[in-house]
């Protein structure tokens, strides 16, 4: 089975903190994605990669940045945390381009900002 | 414009019931894949159920079926026999065009199972 672990279940931190959440996938997927969780708004895309070096920007990439530096860890970075950014974060990996690859999630990152 | 569209915020249903939650979706691109995923109130995301837009028949996975009517942009999701534990929050999501990653989700629908 694929595992996607997410490095912090609950965070919280203080408005115009830098804050850094860690997702390891551990298939040799190639492509690896963050989203952001609110209610009534479903899952909305800040950043994926589809290589070591490689980011595209999502939907929603304001306030945030990501780093790949190696092919199984994806980081998302809030440079300076505002209480907007208070949310669920969830890390997913895909094997591949194919239409039909599905993402694999992690158990999600619930990130408050006060 | 919402690409997924799920009109249902919330459903409840008797437990044995069969039970369809409703999607629609909107691209110009012939070439895309539906997917449905389930979100337990312990957060994990769960993969379900895949159709592609050229596949012929309906796609199932065990108690899962996908009613797909494509003149109608619309992909349900059917549940048979409805049990207590499939209490969750249902997605849909696609992903359109040769070669792209990125998946995009609907709002989602809430099902409540009640015994």
């Known amino acids: 089975d694929v595992k996607v672990t997410q490095s912090s279940r609950y965070l919280v931190k203080r408005t115009g903190e830098k804050v850094f959440l860690e997702c390891v996938q551990d298939?040799?997927?190639?492509?690896m994605f963050w989203y952001r969780q609110d209610p009534g708004l479903g899952l909305r895309l800040i950043y994926f990669s589809y290589d070591v070096k490689m980011k595209e920007k999502g939907d929603i990439p304001e306030g945030y940045s990501v780093s790949r530096e190696k092919k199984e860890r994806f980081s998302l970075i809030l440079e300076s945390a505002s209480t907007n950014q208070t949310s669920m974060y969830l890390c997913?990996?895909?094997?591949?381009?194919?239409?039909?690859?599905?993402?694999?999630f992690g158990n999600g990152t619930r990130l408050t900002v006060t | 414009a919402q690409k997924i569209t799920q009109t249902q915020p919330g459903m409840f249903v008797q437990e044995k019931e069969a039970v369809t939650l409703d999607c629609t979706y909107d691209t110009s691109d012939p070439s895309y894949g539906l997917f449905w995923y389930k979100q337990p109130s312990s957060g994990e995301m769960i993969f379900l159920i895949y159709q592609g837009s050229y596949d012929q028949q309906n796609a199932t996975e065990g108690r899962y079926s996908l009613n797909f009517q494509k003149a109608r942009k619309s992909a349900n999701l059917v549940i048979s026999a409805s049990q207590l534990g499939d209490s969750a929050m249902y997605f849909c999501a696609m992903r359109e065009g040769q070669g792209a990653q990125k998946l995009v989700f609907g709002q989602g629908t809430r099902l409540t199972i009640n015994p």
């Open positions: 997913a990996s895909s094997l591949n381009r194919a239409r039909n690859s599905p993402l694999h």
């Open positions: 298939m040799d997927h190639e492509n």
